[in-house]
């Protein structure tokens, strides 16, 4: 059974930066398609950060530069760094992957979620 834990998130003042990480257990399934959302109350799901196999990335909309997206093969461990924040950055955090190859548009198409980190951005 696969599962997938983040850590993490927090508050912290406009322009500091916070990393947060993804621990994925459990069945050593490759994965296609790993990825950050980011949801507030209200709001559609937003994508943050992807990598897909082998070690492609992409990021959203005018994230890429202040968002970094990596992964610990080894310990198996999704990261996303996240700089300069704002607060508009304020949001749940979650982790997701996929079997299959999913982008940021499609939240719906991963199957494996976490259960969320909160990142809360003061001004």
């Known amino acids: 059974q696969v599962q997938l834990k983040e850590s993490g998130g927090g508050s912290v003042q406009a322009g500091g930066s916070l990393r947060l990480s993804c621990q994925i257990s459990?069945?050593?399934?490759?994965?296609?398609?790993m990825a950050w959302f980011r949801q507030v109350p209200r709001k559609e799901r937003e994508g943050v950060a992807r990598?897909?196999?082998?070690?492609?990335?992409d990021y959203g909309y005018g994230m890429e530069g202040r968002f970094t997206m990596s992964r610990d093969i080894t310990e198996n461990i999704l990261y996303l760094q996240m700089t300069n924040l704002k607060p508009e950055d304020t949001a749940m955090y979650s982790c997701?992957?996929?079997?299959?190859?999913?982008?940021?548009?499609?939240?719906?198409?991963?199957?494996?979620w976490g259960q969320g980190t909160q990142v809360t951005v003061s001004s």
């Open positions: 997701a992957a996929s079997r299959d190859y999913w982008g940021l548009a499609s939240p719906t198409g991963y199957e494996f």
């Open positions: 459990g069945d050593s399934v490759r994965f296609k398609s």
């Open positions: 990598i897909w196999y082998p070690d492609d990335k």
